[in-house]
């Protein structure tokens, strides 16, 4: 049997416990089919990047599957068919991650950056000055002392 990666999102005007009750449909064609679900992972409500069927939001979920090409076929017929499920991807991968998914690490890892998540900040004597000069001058009379230093373009 292959591994697969498989992520759909529902609508978002279901409940959480909707998805939940989806996930435990979708394991369930799995099963009957002669497959298994390794983990599963809810990732919340997230904006999506545009509008799909009327929807600015949607629940997503991970399911990590061992089963035939048969089996996921067979969900992702019943997917298509499913009005709360907007949209799903299955990929083939050579083995499961372990442990959590980058999706929910990265939610973690946002309470223990700080600072806003902006990054390293100049202070006004530390910014850059545009781009890769070098010791060339900025304006045309800075330029006319430069040639009297002997200083090249």
């Known amino acids: ?12 005007d279901v409940t959480q416990q ?5 996930v435990e449909q979708f394991s369930n064609i799995l ?10 992972e809810y990732w919340g409500l ?3 990047a ?21 089996a996921v076929a ?4 019943q997917q298509g068919i499913n009005e709360d499920v907007l949209r799903f991807m299955t ?16 939610r973690g890892s946002r309470d223990e950056r700080g600072g806003g998540g902006r990054g390293d900040r100049f202070d006004r004597g530390d910014r850059p000055r545009g781009g890769d000069r070098g010791d060339r001058p ?5 330029r006319e002392e430069a040639a009297s230093e002997g200083i090249e373009e």
Do not use: C, W
Request: no cysteine; net charge positive.
């Open 50 to 70: 545009y509008k799909v069927k009327k929807n600015r939001k949607g629940h997503y979920a991970l399911l990590n599957i061992d089963a035939p090409a048969a």
């Open 138 to 142: 900025r304006f045309s009379r800075d």
């Open 91 to 106: 990929t083939r991968v050579e083995e499961h991650e372990t442990g959590q998914s980058a999706m929910l690490q990265s």
């Open 18 to 22: 909707q998805v939940e009750a989806l």
């Open 46 to 48: 997230r904006n999506l």
């Open 31 to 40: 099963k009957e089919n002669g497959g298994s679900v390794a983990k599963t």
């Open 74 to 77: 067979e969900m992702e017929r």
């Open 1 to 12: 049997m292959a591994l697969y990666e498989h992520i759909f999102i529902a609508r978002q």
